[in-house]
Every structure is written in structure tokens, then in C-alpha cells.
């Protein structure tokens, strides 16, 4: 369906239930909600199962992102979805970039909130730039981090509608390499969600910007790589939100693109010497970072999936639904 709001028209995927509590599904960057397809269609009957296209993804609005609001384009978009459904209070589960947008809201709208869950998702401190489990920041101005540091190749392949997998930095191959850990069936509809992407300096990746220090590159204003960038998205007091709702933090051991040595953080592959004149600074510690604010927080659980990659829900769909349909009915 497509939903209007004073800000944007939407694509909203629906399960095959109209009633029963609201799960709203929230896709990671370069995809859409076409992932959660098959999670949407094997929940229990008593959800109601629901997943967005992010603006500038899928079949919702190419809408520009502003990159000095952090994620919170995405996550104002959602809770005015949530209002034009009278929807809420929702569970929010939030995969990747995604998982940083349910937390937005959660830190935004505690209310609104019923349960959260969290799939390898980006640190809370946003992606690349900062060091140490409480995030500091490695440059005042965040350079390492943001559209700069996207590969020039892939986003020019994802322009054009790439399906091969010719080149290592071709959707498809970026898919079987980070975004699973093993091959998964229906490969191909995965990829055609990918390529639903709007390339650009208002979408993925956003404004390239330069910086006199390595690895010369520093976050910009517009687009979704700088709206990821520790200067724009950056949530500390997670932990003081009222009400507090459960936590359910899902991850998989074999994730390559949310870790605490990520190649597509620019200090790692300094420190591999692939990007040259690194000073030594460490790679971002991802995952240390996020379990550091969960630990505040409070009320979390941790799962982690042996032999799983970026993507829980596609590598091992039924433990994922298990894990998360008991989260949910905890919350009842």
C-alpha cells in the first residue's frame, strides 16, 4: 500500500493480517523492505506485520535526506506513518542502518514504543570515526566517515542497475560477500531491491567531502552514508528514555559490515594497509560500542547466531522468527 503524509508517500509491505498487534519491519541502507518479506509472511496470527521503504529506497518517495539531522528524516517519517495508520504504540524491529532508525525513535518517542528489536545493527555512535566503547570521536569534524568513504565503483554499478557479478564491488557480489555469510535462496530478488536504491548526493551515498587529515575524507551534509556520520547521528542517553521497553539485540558472529574490525570502516583497512598513510588510528569498535550503551540501558538481551552474517532474518529465518516472536509476547 502507499501511505501520505504531510512529509512523503511511502510503500508499506503488509502481512497476510490486517489485525493483531503492529510489528513494523525497518530495512538497512542500500535495500528496501522487499527483505523482510518472508518474516512478514511466517509471523503468528495475533501480529500484525508491517515493513516501510526508508525514503530515497524501494518504492517510497526519492525525497532528500539531510544529513545534519542524522537518521532522524527516517525516523520522523516512521512516526508519522505510525499516526497516519494509528498504528501505535508498535514493536520496532530495525536491521542495520534501520536498527539506528528504531532507535531514533525510541529516543524521540519512548512512548510510542512497545518492544525493540535490533538486527546487527549500526552502533549507536554512528559508523566509523570514533574510537573506544563510548564512541569519541577521532576527529572533531568526523573525518573517516561518511559519503566520502563509499566505494566509487559500487555506487556507480548500483546506478546503473548492475546484476552481474563481474567485479567484487558489484551489488550482487557485495550481497554474497557482506550481507550473508552463506548463500541464500532467492538471490535475485534481493539484489533488485538493492538496485531500488536512489544514488545521489541527496540519497546513497550523499556529498563527498575532503579533509586535510587522513584518510581525506570527512562527513557532508546531505545523503545517507553522512546521515550515519558520528558528527550528525550520535545517541548517548539511549538509557534515561521513559518508559523504558525491552531490548531484544540479535546479531550475527560472522558480520562483516557491523563488527569491531569492519573492511568498510576506513581505519581498518588502514590498518590492513590497504587505504595507505594510515597514522594507526584503531577501527571503530562497533559491537563493543553497542553493547556498552545497551549495558546502560538496562533491560536487553543478547542473541548472537553462529555462521550468520549481516542478515539474521535471510541466513537463519526460523531462529530469527523464534527469538523475536518470544520478545514479543514477553511484552504482553
Known amino acids: 500500500?502507499?501511505?501520505?503524509?504531510?512529509?512523503?508517500?511511502?510503500?508499506?509491505?503488509?502481512?497476510?493480517?490486517?489485525?493483531?498487534?503492529?510489528?513494523?519491519?525497518?530495512h538497512g541502507n542500500v535495500s528496501s523492505a522487499a527483505f523482510w518479506r518472508d518474516t512478514l509472511a511466517a509471523m503468528p496470527d495475533d501480529y500484525r506485520p508491517?515493513?516501510?521503504?526508508?525514503?530515497?529506497?524501494?518504492e517510497s518517495d526519492p525525497a532528500p535526506v539531510d544529513a545534519t539531522r542524522g537518521?532522524?528524516?527516517?525516523?520522523?517519517?516512521?512516526?508519522?506513518?505510525?499516526?497516519?495508520?494509528?498504528?501505535?504504540?508498535?514493536?520496532?524491529?530495525?536491521?542495520?542502518?534501520?536498527?539506528?532508525?528504531?532507535?531514533?525513535v525510541l529516543?524521540?518517542?519512548?512512548?510510542?514504543?512497545?518492544?525493540?528489536?535490533?538486527?546487527?545493527?549500526?552502533?549507536?555512535?554512528?559508523?566509523?570515526?570514533?574510537?573506544?566503547?563510548?564512541?569519541?570521536?577521532?576527529?572533531a569534524d568526523g573525518?573517516?566517515?561518511?559519503?566520502?568513504?563509499?566505494?566509487?565503483?559500487?555506487?556507480?554499478?548500483l546506478a546503473k542497475g548492475d546484476t552481474s557479478a563481474e567485479s567484487p564491488t558489484s551489488p550482487r557480489s557485495v550481497f554474497r560477500t557482506s550481507y550473508v555469510a552463506k548463500p541464500v535462496a532467492d538471490e535475485d530478488f534481493y539484489v533488485a531491491s538493492m538496485l531500488t536504491t536512489r544514488v545521489g548526493d541527496d540519497n546513497y551515498p550523499g556529498d563527498a567531502v575532503t579533509s586535510a587529515a587522513w584518510p581525506g575524507v570527512r562527513p557532508g551534509t546531505r545523503g545517507v552514508l553522512n546521515a550515519l556520520a558520528p558528527t550528525h547521528f550520535r545517541i548517548d542517553d539511549l538509557h534515561t528514555v521513559e518508559p523504558r521497553p525491552p531490548i531484544l539485540w540479535i546479531?550475527?558472529?560472522?558480520?562483516?559490515?557491523?563488527?569491531?574490525?569492519?573492511?568498510?570502516?576506513?581505519?581498518?583497512?588502514?590498518?590492513?594497509g590497504i587505504v595507505p598513510g594510515s597514522p594507526g588510528t584503531p577501527a571503530q569498535p562497533m559491537v563493543t560500542q553497542t553493547r556498552a550503551a545497551l549495558e546502560r540501558y538496562g533491560d536487553y538481551r543478547e542473541a548472537v547466531l553462529a555462521e550468520c552474517g549481516h542478515s539474521p532474518h535471510l541466513e537463519h529465518p526460523e531462529e530469527f522468527r523464534r527469538l523475536l516472536v518470544a520478545h514479543l509476547q514477553a511484552r504482553r
Open 50 to 58: 508491517l515493513a516501510a521503504d526508508l525514503r530515497g529506497f524501494g
Open 251 to 272: 546479531r550475527g558472529a560472522d558480520d562483516v559490515i557491523v563488527s569491531d574490525a569492519s573492511p568498510f570502516d576506513l581505519a581498518q583497512l588502514g590498518l590492513l
Open 107 to 139: 529516543r524521540d518517542h519512548p512512548a510510542l514504543v512497545r518492544s525493540l528489536t535490533l538486527v546487527n545493527p549500526v552502533s549507536p555512535y554512528g559508523y566509523s570515526g570514533t574510537e573506544g566503547a563510548d564512541g569519541v570521536l577521532t576527529h
Open 143 to 157: 573525518t573517516g566517515a561518511g559519503a566520502g568513504a563509499a566505494n566509487t565503483d559500487f555506487v556507480a554499478r
Open 1 to 26: 500500500m502507499k501511505v501520505t503524509t504531510s512529509r512523503l508517500t511511502q510503500n508499506v509491505l503488509e502481512g497476510p493480517r490486517a489485525e493483531g498487534e503492529p510489528v513494523l519491519f525497518v
Open 71 to 104: 537518521l532522524r528524516d527516517f525516523s520522523d517519517d516512521l512516526v508519522e506513518l505510525v499516526a497516519a495508520m494509528e498504528l501505535g504504540p508498535v514493536h520496532l524491529v530495525g536491521w542495520s542502518m534501520g536498527g539506528g532508525v528504531v532507535m531514533q
